[in-house]
């Protein structure tokens, strides 16, 4: 440790006692931003001390749940776990939550594991800092254009920083989603896939929001036998033969609803069977798994459910509203908001099925893009009632429901 580290530990760690005592937040990003200004390599040399590995999730959708369910299981084995619960999955995200669990002179509280969730754009920057003992590479779909382009940019990208990895490391790679499977080429880490073998839950036509449906060998057309939603199916080359891998772990139930929820789950268990976890503890930590801030938490107002689902793409909406379809919810509200964490270009809202909202569901629209989702939502046919005040369009919401209704 050099005085520059001393220093930006130490700054890091005012920045967080600032940000917690004046309530301006939980000290997410800028404890590592400024960390960083001062010790550009600072994050390196501290995850260096987490002595039983380092664990990576990247993906479009489902990053936060699976890397909070890794972190639950990896306690639940008897292990502390540093993990980046506030969402922040840029490198100065991961900083922060390092400098939080890390006294001044960068000596550990006896942290075994890092478990960290990463911005699908930021993972080459992050393994040319970390060389991880599990990459899990979780989906590809289109999110934010305006940042990240298509999907097979940031795709490319992981393959070049993929392929740099050790045969020490593991990647673990989704097997139905082809863009994902398809960056097991010339890797010199192993390489593990999950995925779903439920014929019983095909669908019986493409979804608008579909993406990855070409071969990257060939460049021609796949072939699916069966699609669970969007891309994500059971799929084939007939040209070049290229196939979708068959999946080391596949037959796991997950602790929460909608069929996304599955491939969060199998990655979870992948990733700690991989660490030699028992079945009796994986099971135990789901058991008891709670969800992540906005992904299908539950809360109760005077007897009525209220569950909060966060979507920001095409596939991971539908997946929501199929969802909440399911549960048979009585009324939904919908947010639409442009600031940067979100991302400003919201045309991607076109590509959601809202046509498939049942017309028995009272729907709500709010949000600082309300006018643009209510464009949206009157060419899907369905009766809305738009309110621009987020709180008043709650309130208006709890007044449809009776007791334990949602």
């Known amino acids: 440790m050099t005085l520059f580290d001393f220093i930006a530990i130490l700054a890091g760690k005012i920045v967080i006692i600032f940000s917690r005592l004046f309530n301006l937040g939980y000290g997410g990003t800028w404890p590592g931003e400024i960390a960083l200004t001062i010790s550009p390599h600072l994050l390196q040399k501290l995850v260096k001390r987490l002595n039983k590995g380092i664990i990576l999730v990247a993906g479009t959708n489902g990053k936060t749940t699976t890397s909070l369910m890794i972190k639950s299981i990896l306690e639940e084995n008897g292990t502390k776990v540093v993990h980046n619960s506030s969402g922040a999955n840029l490198e100065n995200g991961l900083l922060s939550a390092v400098i939080s669990k890390f006294h001044l002179f960068g000596i550990d509280n006896n942290f075994e594991y890092g478990v960290f969730e990463i911005d699908e754009n930021s993972l080459p920057l992050i393994l040319k800092s970390v060389i991880p003992d599990i990459v899990i590479c979780l989906n590809l779909f289109r999110d934010q254009l305006d940042r990240y382009g298509e999907v097979d940019v940031i795709a490319e990208k992981w393959q070049k920083s993929l392929r740099k990895l050790p045969k020490s490391s593991i990647v673990i790679l989704n097997a139905d989603d082809p ?29 608008h929001a579909t993406d990855s449906i070409f071969c990257l060998n060939c460049q021609k057309r796949l072939q699916f036998s069966g699609i669970y939603f969007s891309h994500i199916g059971i799929w084939k080359c007939s040209y070049c033969k290229a196939v979708r891998p068959n999946p080391q772990y596949y037959n796991w139930a997950s602790p929460l609803p909608g069929f996304y929820n599955r491939y969060n789950t199998l990655a979870a268990i992948s990733a700690c069977k991989e660490l030699h976890i028992e079945d009796e503890i994986i099971k135990k930590a789901l058991d008891n798994f709670a969800p992540a801030f906005g992904r299908q938490e539950l809360f109760e107002n005077n007897g009525q459910k209220i569950k909060i689902f966060l979507s920001k793409n095409p596939a991971g ?71 621009e005040n987020l709180e008043k369009a709650i309130n208006k919401g709890c007044l449809t429901l009776k007791k334990n209704e949602i």
Do not use: C
Request: net charge neutral.
């Open 317 to 387: 909406f539908n997946q929501s509203l199929k969802t909440v379809i399911q549960l048979q919810a009585k009324t939904i509200l919908l947010a639409l908001n442009d600031r940067i964490p979100d991302g400003r270009d919201v045309s991607w809202i076109w590509d959601v099925d809202f046509e498939k909202i049942p017309a028995r569901i009272n729907v709500i629209l709010s949000g600082t893009r309300v006018y643009d989702l209510a464009l949206r939502l009157n060419y899907s046919g369905s009766k809305f009632i738009v309110e």
């Open 179 to 207: 863009q994902i499977a398809f960056l097991a080429r010339d890797l010199k880490a192993k390489t593990v896939f999950f995925g779903v073998n439920d014929p019983t839950s095909y669908l019986l036509e493409f979804e």
